[in-house]
């Protein structure tokens, strides 16, 4: 069956300067504004993983999460893989030899049309703590992969969020 509303006009409803509050006949969803996109890094050297956490805002805690930003927020037509080179050392003190796009994917498209490019790091070389930028309270987690899901068991007993895209390192074990 095709949705009635596939080809009704795309409304505006409320725009930001980072997200759009959108409708499409009885749709509504939120986007990124201005074009801005986001770049996900997958950090994994040495059998451990970098993850990061801070607080978000929306979900009233600390969330653990891969290293991310945002692409384009401040220079419009930014290179994806540069920004995420930018953010993976901001984030968590870790400058990569080289980024590997493993496609572009879509978080929870029911809701929400902001895509992220996902990159796979090379080469980790340590220059600093990490902790981002000031103001953002980033906590770096090196985690070895091993015993990721007993950790992640462990702060979900804590209180913390845990970003959905944490399933790209749990699927295989919860499929098993």
Same mark, same amino acid.
């Given at each position: 069956?095709?949705?009635?509303?596939?080809?009704?006009?795309?409304? @505006?409803?409320? !725009? #930001? =300067?980072?997200?759009?509050?959108?409708?499409?006949?009885?749709?509504?969803?939120?986007?990124?504004?201005?074009?801005? !996109?986001?770049? @996900?890094? *997958?950090?994994?050297?040495?059998?451990?993983?970098?993850?990061?956490? !801070?607080? =978000? @805002?929306?979900?009233?805690?600390?969330?653990?999460?891969?290293?991310? #930003?945002?692409?384009?927020?401040?220079?419009?037509?930014?290179?994806?893989?540069?920004?995420?080179?930018?953010?993976?050392?901001?984030?968590?003190?870790?400058?990569?030899?080289?980024?590997?796009?493993?496609? !572009?994917?879509?978080?929870?498209? #029911?809701?929400?049309?902001?895509?992220?490019? *996902?990159? =796979?790091?090379?080469?980790?070389?340590?220059?600093?703590?990490?902790?981002? @930028?000031?103001?953002?309270?980033?906590?770096?987690?090196?985690?070895?992969?091993?015993?990721?899901?007993?950790?992640?068991?462990?702060?979900?007993?804590? #209180?913390?969020?845990?970003?959905?895209?944490?399933?790209?390192? *749990?699927?295989?074990?919860?499929?098993?």
């Amino acid at each position: 069956m095709i949705d009635p509303d596939r080809d009704a006009p795309e409304e @505006v409803m409320w !725009q #930001g =300067r980072f997200i759009t509050a959108k409708q499409r006949g009885k749709w509504e969803y939120v986007g990124r504004a201005r074009g801005i !996109q986001a770049a @996900v890094i *997958l950090a994994i050297e040495d059998g451990h993983v970098l993850l990061v956490d !801070q607080y =978000r @805002v929306p979900l009233g805690r600390r969330c653990i999460e891969l290293p991310a #930003g945002l692409v384009g927020d401040e220079t419009a037509g930014e290179d994806p893989g540069i920004a995420a080179a930018r953010e993976l050392e901001e984030e968590t003190g870790y400058r990569p030899a080289g980024l590997e796009s493993l496609g !572009q994917f879509f978080s929870s498209p #029911g809701m929400v049309s902001e895509s992220f490019t *996902l990159f =796979r790091a090379h080469g980790l070389v340590k220059t600093g703590d990490g902790g981002g @930028v000031e103001g953002e309270d980033i906590i770096v987690h090196r985690i070895p992969l091993a015993t990721l899901a007993d950790q992640i068991a462990e702060w979900r007993a804590q #209180g913390y969020a845990m970003d959905v895209k944490l399933l790209l390192l *749990l699927g295989a074990g919860m499929m098993a």
